[in-house]
């Protein structure tokens, strides 16, 4: 095994750090040195706006396919959600970690009877289109706000303003051991594709780097979210469609639930399936498929 330590890049925001730190004592318990690297993204520089006003997807990815092409780092650490569904040419996803929880949490800031009334005018922060577009199309007379920054910024932007909760992923919040004693799990709304996954990628070719990925991978994660994701880009979604998908393994058995919204909420398509755990390789595309053919087409000519 060679001695020069692995290199794992990541940005540098608390929970980023925590993601690394955590790949990097798995790794010295595989018998690898480590070394972290951080970098920060155009995503973590800028939270003003929301995030599908930044460009494309991969706005906080970038710095880290960037770093590994350059080889200042030799993995990359990163929340799957957030990673586009094709990495550029060169790079390999080569590594799903155990997965957290992942779905979301609402964050109320006080009184909570508003959540039974549908009919109710109340104000939630959240910066995820996805999020929003489930939210309006539960509760078509609330106000959204854009919501952005890292957990504690979050958390904070809560306590400053006149809104009657926030929406988070409660995988992030656990990570953090920051879950408020209030939050209420939101089990009606679709996760973004892959969340709660901390997946790792490498330089296509560097053989080291692949083998230490491939210790920590574990397949659960990694069938899940490969049909969550594919499902995503079949849809062609990237941070700039409300595409909700969650895939759970059972026995022998793949149970999967998966949306697609237009950006006011009014319109959804929303399907439930399962299939043989065998042919996991080609369900996220084959359902998406169904989607678009369910109406979905229309809805996605509209977000163009």
């Known amino acids: 095994m060679s001695n020069s330590p692995i290199r794992i890049g990541t940005r540098d925001s608390k929970l980023a750090m925590w993601q690394a730190h955590t790949v990097a004592r798995l790794l010295r318990i595989a018998g690898f040195q480590t070394e972290i690297v951080a970098v920060k993204s155009k995503g973590d520089l800028d939270t003003s706006k929301p995030l599908h006003e930044l460009g494309t997807t991969g706005i906080f990815t970038k710095v880290l396919d960037d770093a590994l092409e ?3 780092v030799d993995i990359a650490v990163h929340s799957l959600k957030d990673y586009p569904t094709q990495p550029p040419a060169g790079i390999v996803l080569s590594a799903h970690l155990e997965r957290e929880d992942p779905m979301d949490l609402l964050i109320p800031s006080g009184d909570t009877s508003w959540t039974d009334d549908v009919d109710s005018a109340v104000t939630i922060g959240t910066g995820s289109i996805r999020r929003k ?3 309006l199309h539960r509760y078509p007379k609330h106000t959204t706000e854009n919501l952005r920054g890292n957990v504690q910024t979050r958390l904070k932007k809560l306590e400053e303003n006149d809104w009657s909760g926030i929406i988070m992923a409660s995988a992030g919040l656990r990570r953090m051991e920051a879950v408020p004693e209030n939050a209420i799990a939101l089990d009606w709304m679709i996760p973004a594709p892959a969340q709660g996954v901390i997946g790792i990628t490498h330089r296509d070719g560097d053989e080291a780097a692949l083998a230490a990925c491939q210790k920590l991978n574990i ?4 069938i899940t979210s490969t049909v969550e994701r594919a499902f995503l880009r079949t849809l062609e979604g990237g941070c700039s469609a409300p595409i909700g998908s969650l895939a759970r393994i059972s026995g022998d058995q793949i149970f ?7 950006l006011d909420g009014t319109k959804e398509v929303k399907i439930e399936r399962n299939a043989a755990l065998s042919e996991w390789r080609e369900l996220g595309s084959r359902w998406a498929n169904e989607v678009i053919e369910l109406g979905g087409s229309e809805i996605l000519k509209e977000l163009k």
């Open 133 to 135: 577009a489930q939210w």
């Open 219 to 222: 397949e659960t994660a990694e």
């Open 70 to 72: 350059d080889n200042t």
């Open 256 to 262: 999967f639930t998966g949306c697609l919204h237009s």
